[in-house]
T-cell receptor
């Protein structure tokens, strides 16, 4: 089991563009959470998906949206990118409403 | 609003010295508390959680509800303990919005 995988590893986008990040959960896990980690900060919870629905959401604008597929993999979409969206985006998987999360390596997004 | 505070950005000790990484939280209710660790060039991983009350790699953490603290301790630091440590909080059951502290970088000198 490769654990949680994320793609791409790095991404450079221009302000105003849209981006899609992808995540495959650990084998056997059905819940995916997304986090944004700015430089020097801890991860900030964006949202969580279970059974293809958004179950919990942190304090992020509607420009941040997601999707979960029947195979439990997930996408994070960010529209109208701002310079402040530059960060490491982490995906974590778990069992439904379980508390132990397994993190992926992250996608480094740079907005210029 | 729930909050996790890690007052130290950096903690530097010598091998064999005791270590205490501080974590204070605010939460209305009965939170679940965790410590996550990130070693150099590795992904974030769970170190321990308060409900399991176990010692991992010699680290322990006691939940003090009176002081709303969950400090991480180890009596004798090792060089391989050098890493970034994050304290995190979540609500029990369905009230599950995880909140992380900003992290403390622990450096253990030989």
């Amino acid at each position: 089991d490769a654990g949680v995988t994320q793609s791409p590893t790095h991404l450079i986008k221009t302000r105003g563009q849209q981006v899609t990040l992808r995540c495959s959960p650990k084998s056997g896990h059905d819940t995916v959470s997304w986090y944004q980690q700015a430089l020097g900060q801890g991860p900030q919870f964006i949202f969580q998906y279970y059974e293809e629905e958004e179950r919990q959401r942190g304090n992020f604008p509607d420009r941040f949206s997601g999707h979960q597929f029947p195979n439990y993999s997930s996408e994070l979409n960010v529209n109208a990118l701002l310079l402040g969206d530059s960060a490491l985006y982490l995906c974590a998987s778990s069992l439904v409403q379980g508390t132990e999360q397994y993190f992926g390596p992250g996608t480094r997004l740079t907005v210029t | 609003a729930q909050r996790v505070t890690q007052p130290e950005k950096l903690l530097s000790v010598f091998k064999g010295a005791p270590v205490e990484l501080k974590c204070n939280y605010s939460y209305s209710g009965s939170p679940e508390l965790f410590w996550y660790v990130q070693y150099s060039r590795q992904r974030l991983q769970l170190l321990l959680r308060h409900i399991s009350r176990e010692s991992i790699k010699g680290f322990t953490a006691d939940l003090n509800k009176g002081e709303t603290s969950f400090h991480l301790k180890k009596p004798f630091a090792q060089e391989e303990d050098s890493a970034m440590y994050y304290c995190a909080l979540s609500g029990p059951g369905g009230s599950y919005i995880p909140t992380f502290g900003r992290g403390t970088s622990l450096i253990v000198h030989p």
